[in-house]
């Protein structure tokens, strides 16, 4: 129960707010569907698959959106198509039932209806439902106003990464396919040659940039997230 408070806070603190005026006052719509997002929360812990070791409940923020992943396929089957049907099979049933109990899961078979239903009425972009493997990935887009905002953030990029304001230029330039080195960075923010090879060293220890080709001729890009 913690971990699905944490999540929420998590989420709600590496995402913006986008602001729209209507009848005079501003009002402020999350990046994402808050109550969506609960929903498949709540339902990845009801229907994670726990026998499979080495994988765990992720949840990851990007530029361009929010994925939710549990370990587990559907039901054997069960398909894509059932789900959105509401047609329901309950892996594991004690933490279904105590989710019930706690008011935080509902009647089996409505969660795709209730998050579809969510984000139409607040404007957001259907989430897509993805089988990949052995694990189940629920894929957020933002909404629209917050879309706007963030066109120019490459993609692909953990928000929740911290980076300096060189590194993050840096990034910048890679997802807008400038052919950057450090000796970009140093004649951008006039530091030193080492300083500017220490960023990228960081950047390459986090998995977020890669290089590629030969040392004199090769390039550096965005790494593909898992």
């Given amino acids: 129960m913690e ?25 402020d719509i999350p990046e994402y569907p808050e109550i969506a997002l609960r929903e498949v929360l709540v339902n990845a ?40 049907a509401g047609v329901s099979r309950i892996r594991n049933r004690v933490i279904a039932r105590v989710l019930r109990e706690l008011g935080l899961l509902e009647e089996w078979g409505t969660g795709y209806r209730r998050v579809l239903e969510d984000c139409q009425a607040g404007g957001y972009p259907a989430p897509e439902w993805q089988e990949l493997g052995p694990a189940l990935r629920v894929v957020f887009r933002p909404h629209p106003l917050s879309a706007a905002e ?36 140093a004649e951008k923010f006039q530091v030193a040659d080492k300083t500017a090879r220490r960023d990228i060293s960081d950047l390459q220890a986090k998995q977020l940039v890669e290089f ?7 390039r550096y890009r965005l790494r593909e997230q898992p």
């Fill in 3 to 27: 971990a699905l408070d944490d999540v929420v806070r998590f989420i709600r603190r590496n995402t913006r707010l986008a602001a729209r005026i209507t009848a005079m006052r501003r009002e």
């Fill in 45 to 84: 812990v009801a229907h994670a698959d726990y026998s499979l070791t080495g994988m765990r409940i992720r949840v990851a923020i990007y530029a361009d959106r929010l994925e939710v992943e549990n370990p587990g396929m559907l039901p054997f089957g069960m398909t894509l198509d059932d789900f959105k």
């Fill in 150 to 185: 963030t066109a120019d953030v490459p993609v692909n990029v953990p928000v929740n990464v911290p980076v300096n304001d060189r590194q993050r230029w840096f990034l910048e330039q890679l997802g807008q396919g400038n052919p950057v080195k450090a000796r970009d960075i």
């Fill in 212 to 218: 590629v080709g030969a040392p004199k001729t090769g």
